[in-house]
T-cell receptor
Framework: AAGVIQSPRHLIKEKRETATLKCYPI?????VYWYQQGPGQDPQFLIS???????DKGSIPDRFSAQQFSDYHSELNMSSLELGDSALYFC?????????????FGPGTRLTVT | QKEVEQNSGPLSVPEGAIASLNCTYS??????FFWYRQYSGKSPELIMS????GDKEDGRFTAQLNKASQYVSLLIRDSQPSDSATYLC?????????FGTGTSLTVIP
């Protein structure tokens, strides 16, 4: 079965640079969620999109922005990167048709800011 | 107070034993409850979902939900070394999804 695809899998950036993470949801899933997970931490919800519109917002810094495109893929744009942004970034997808919104996670992008 | 609380562990059980993982949540309006398994450096993998009071069994896994007590649990029967991982409890409240900090489980051969 097709899963959530994220790219790149690893990314190394320097402070103050920008980064763009991409997420391709499971086919026919209309909702995308972004999470940030630091070492030893639980996943922290950043932002979600449903049908290309922002659905909910969590602890996403103002330096970050995201959008969902017409083909339902999503991009997380991160600017003025800081050392503390180093983390695993997960994308998850679900479909409202499932009602309970079971989320399926992608493999993640490991971002290292030096 | 966090929305979802779990004992961080570590929890160690011998191979073949029953592992019991617990989770409490703060919002009585929460609708859906999930257990994810996460290996180190990997993404969370959905293993169980439960929406109504009672037990739900899937293979060696049983999820238990008690909305009155705001309590969710996961039982793993016949624990295997491959079950060693961090188990995350997640709760869906409105449009938000809240995770606990996870319980680290080690199954000793």
């Amino acid at each position: 079965a097709a899963g959530v695809i994220q790219s790149p899998r690893h990314l190394i950036k320097e402070k103050r640079e920008t980064a763009t993470l991409k997420c391709y949801p499971i086919p026919r899933h209309d909702t995308v969620y972004w999470y940030q997970q630091g070492p030893g931490q639980d996943p922290q919800f950043l932002i979600s999109f449903y049908e290309k519109m922002q659905s909910d917002k969590g602890s996403i810094p103002d330096r970050f922005s995201a959008q969902q495109f017409s083909d339902y893929h999503s991009e997380l744009n991160m600017s003025s990167l800081e050392l503390g942004d180093s983390a695993l970034y997960f994308c998850a997808s679900s479909t409202k048709g499932q009602g309970a919104r079971e989320q399926y996670f992608g493999p993640g992008t490991r971002l290292t800011v030096t | 107070q966090k929305e979802v609380e779990q004992n961080s562990g570590p929890l160690s059980v011998p191979e073949g034993a029953i592992a019991s993982l617990n989770c409490t949540y703060s919002d009585r309006g929460s609708q859906s409850f999930f257990w994810y398994r996460q290996y180190s450096g990997k993404s969370p993998e959905l293993i169980m979902s439960i929406y109504s009071n009672g037990d739900k069994e899937d293979g060696r896994f049983t999820a238990q939900l008690n909305k009155a007590s705001q309590y969710v649990s996961l039982l793993i029967r016949d624990s295997q070394p491959s079950d060693s991982a961090t188990y995350l409890c997640a709760v869906n409240t409105g449009n938000q999804f809240y995770f606990g900090t996870g319980t680290s489980l080690t199954v000793i051969p």
